[in-house]
């Protein structure tokens, strides 16, 4: 019972968390974006044309980002989950300390 009544507090939470909300307008898949939107204001961490290594990128709200900022740069992201395609992102399945998965991000730079 207590379980239960546990994760309805955390639903109850989410339906009124404000960047939960922002996050589905603006169409990135979790809210933890706009911490990275926050990081890249203040330390302009982006540039164009930028080489973005996402290790761990499930479910992809980060690549989304970095691939939008980056312009004309790459972007690849690997995850041990599968993700839907992200628009202009490579990604790969798999475990980054691998040397196999290792020769096909080397590959892609």
Same mark, same amino acid.
């Given at each position: ?15 009124? &968390?404000i960047?939960?909300?922002k996050?589905?307008?603006? !169409? ?16 302009k961490?982006?540039? /164009? !044309?930028?080489?973005?290594? &996402?290790? /761990?990128?499930?479910? !992809? ?11 004309? /740069?790459?972007? %690849? ?10 628009? &202009? $992102? %490579?990604?790969?399945? !798999?475990?980054? $300390? ?9 590959d892609?730079?």
């Amino acid at each position: 019972m207590k379980k239960n009544r546990i994760s309805k507090n955390w639903l109850n939470k989410q339906k009124k &968390d404000i960047y939960v909300r922002k996050s589905k307008i603006d !169409g990135y898949r979790a809210r933890s974006v706009y911490k990275l939107i926050e990081i890249d204001k203040k330390f302009k961490i982006f540039k /164009g !044309g930028m080489f973005v290594l &996402d290790i /761990g990128a499930a479910p !992809g709200s980060w690549s989304q980002y970095a691939s939008k900022v980056v312009k004309n /740069g790459k972007v %690849i992201s690997i995850d041990l989950k599968s993700m839907e395609e992200i628009k &202009d $992102t %490579i990604q790969i399945k !798999g475990d980054f $300390t691998d040397p196999s998965i290792q020769k096909k991000i080397k590959d892609y730079f």
